[in-house]
């Protein structure tokens, strides 16, 4: 069988395996012609070797530590590239964590329940949305305009009595304060009003001569405001504490 | 193991530089070819370290840099003539100084011949190893072998044709 083309330039080249190379050599024996092509092949290939070898380099030769040093500069690109970004993230992150705080401690946890019960709270009669004495009056009152939030709690084993209710209107939508008043004219307030900017934990605080605990549901945020200086005020304070904690 | 020696890199720099020369025909963009190859070597670690295995790895990664350099720049010659309505030229042999017959035909054979005869019948690697340089298959290095060497030798005889003209890049 007469060996292709390429089988002449494995064997050329020692790529034959020995059954080609066996096939290769008879073939040429036999056949002076492609003898004399496979030689002009070789002299060829020799001639190109020597001609590159014969060629003169005109290309630069750095010193090895030329492209140690390059590595080097690349490597330190790019980490320095991964500082800026991690300080970046962190500097915006800080700063976000900064800016949080400092609109937290502007905006006191319910503050505006505490101002709402400050308006109200007082003996003079501000005039109230809705004058009421009976609880359910209240309740639906409330249910009318905060969907889905928990009525005014009954108060009254703690002898408070609803007075009146008054809504109010934040930039967040309504919110209302419910006044409870005890018959020696110790006034309470529930406040309730919607959850943004943020859910409130529960929690409490003290604002000059009241007292602030509050809360959320998944709705609103809600708080009552009692007075500091009322005993009476204790049991209710306990047993918010108690039902919300 | 580690990175590539000193003397390593000394000991294969004549014969990357010759091979990048071959395959750009520019000493220009030969020399930033070899560094870059050297650059992207340094960072890994060869898997063997006699000479002529090292060899071929860092010809496969220059061979990588180059089709991944002549992508880049074929893209942006497509670009360009959209914009320009012009074909921009093509890289020459005229930066390169070619005093041998042999060179200057050897010179103007389409690259994917050039590279084949550099490897396998300049730097003496075998089938396999050139096989994997280029990424391609072994009978793909045969059949490539065996045309290339035909269209030299017709060069050489005298019977030059002109370029076939589909590219083969």
Known sequence: ?245 | MSQLTDEEIRDVMPHLQRFALWLTRNPHSADDLVQSCLIKALTRTPQSRDEQSLRAWLFAILYRQFIDGERRRKRYRTLLAFFTGEEALSSSTESMAIADDTLALFATLPTDYRVILLLVSVEGLSYKEAAETLDIPLGTVMSRLSRARKLLHEKLEGKVKPLPLRRLK
């Open chain 1, 1 to 245: 069988m007469k060996p292709d083309e390429e089988d002449l330039h494995a064997w050329l080249d020692g790529e034959a395996d020995d059954a080609t190379a066996r096939r290769v050599e008879r073939y040429l024996a036999e056949d002076p012609q492609a003898a004399g092509r496979v030689a002009e092949i070789r002299y060829e290939m020799q001639l190109l070797r020597q001609a590159m070898h014969q060629q003169k380099q005109t290309l630069e030769t750095p010193e090895p530590h030329v492209f140690r040093r390059r590595v080097r500069q690349q490597r330190q690109r790019k980490l320095a590239l991964a500082c800026v970004l991690v300080l970046s993230l962190s500097v915006g992150g800080f700063t976000g964590w900064q800016l949080k705080d400092s609109q937290m401690a502007g905006h006191l946890p319910m503050e505006d329940a505490v101002q709402a019960y400050k308006l109200f709270g007082n003996a003079t009669l501000t005039p109230m949305d809705v004058v009421a004495s009976q609880q359910n009056e209240l309740a639906s009152w409330v249910g009318r305009y905060f969907i889905n939030g928990n009525l005014p709690p009954n108060l009254e084993q703690y002898g408070f009595k609803p007075l009146g209710a008054r809504l109010i209107a934040t930039a967040q939508g309504p919110a209302a304060l419910v006044m409870y008043q005890d018959p020696h004219g110790t006034r309470v307030a529930w406040y309730i009003r919607p959850l943004s900017p943020v859910k409130l934990p529960h929690g409490e605080r003290k604002a000059e001569d009241v007292m602030a605990q509050y809360w959320s549901d998944e709705h609103y945020n809600y708080a009552l405001v009692t007075p500091l200086d009322a005993a009476a005020t204790g049991d209710v304070r306990k047993a918010v504490a108690q039902v919300t904690g």
